[in-house]
């Protein structure tokens, strides 16, 4: 498909692409987004997307937009001024390359269940790392309390680098309830209890719940699991980041299930 230049903020193509940069509603009642940068965009590629939009910057190299070109033949091809590009683009230095693209439904993961339930995080590249950790360890879902950001923003899906295209994610939930319902063990990682995850089997069906990254797990959601855990910390420090503790959490599954 041939290149077409968009050179105005007025331009009707511009505006919706600006709804999905800037915009968690839009990006929902679309169920659309953008994916800023090639490595992001071959991710969804490998994942059986197909861009609706492939977007470059005046000043990005040629062959990088020839390269992508060739494996989204069907998505409308745009140049923009450098200008523009950078109102779109998440980043104060922009690739050069984005697409305009669907989310995805990944397909049920096979395997005993592994679920990394996040509760309230706020951070776009937290959730980001979170979900990208999760599906390195071979969590099966992850599920995001009525809080949470929103996973597919542009932010967020350069932190994941393709995690949200692979690992099934359902979001908007009521925690408790979701706890409630879940046939397996649940544990809140907490700071300041006596019971260290480490002492835990973690090979059957398991959710792990990650709380905000100020508040920690509420008490309703500590309530709703089977128990409430800590991460032993021999160091000077109160606590670890949100995305490191599951990083530690989801690792020790993983090696508990390997061995």
């Known amino acids: 498909m041939p290149e077409t230049a968009l050179a105005s903020r007025d331009n009707p193509l511009f505006k919706r692409l600006k709804k999905l940069a800037d915009s968690a509603r839009a990006r929902r009642e679309a169920r659309m987004t953008l994916l800023d940068g090639e490595h992001l965009i071959e991710a969804y590629l490998d994942a059986g997307g197909q861009p609706h939009t492939l977007a470059r910057a005046m000043s990005a190299p040629a062959d990088l937009a020839a390269r992508l070109r060739a494996r989204c033949p069907h998505a409308r091809q ?3 001024p450098d200008a523009l590009f ?5 980043v104060a230095t922009p690739s050069g390359v984005l697409a305009e693209a669907a989310w995805l439904t990944p397909a049920a993961l096979p395997g005993t269940p592994l679920v990394v339930v996040l509760e309230d995080i706020q951070d776009p590249g937290n959730m ?4 990208r950790t999760a599906s390195a360890a071979g969590a099966t879902q992850a599920v995001l309390s009525k809080g949470c950001h929103d996973a597919w923003s542009p932010k967020a899906l350069r932190g994941g680098q393709g995690a949200q295209f692979v690992l099934p994610l359902t979001w908007g939930v009521d925690l408790p309830a979701w706890l409630a319902s879940f046939e ?3 544990l809140a990682l907490a700071l300041g209890e006596n019971r260290s995850l480490y002492d835990k089997l973690l090979r059957g069906p398991l959710a792990l719940i990650v709380g905000n990254e100020g508040a920690g797990v509420s008490q309703a959601a ?3 699991a089977r128990a409430t855990v800590s991460i032993p910390m021999s160091g000077r420090v109160e606590s670890l980041n949100a995305a490191a503790a599951l990083a530690v959490a989801v690792f020790e599954v993983a090696r508990q299930r390997a061995s």
């Open 78 to 80: 745009v140049v923009l």
């Open 86 to 90: 950078a109102e779109l683009s998440p």
């Open 128 to 131: 980001g790392a979170m979900l």
């Open 184 to 186: 397996g063990e649940s």
């Open 222 to 224: 500590r309530h709703a």
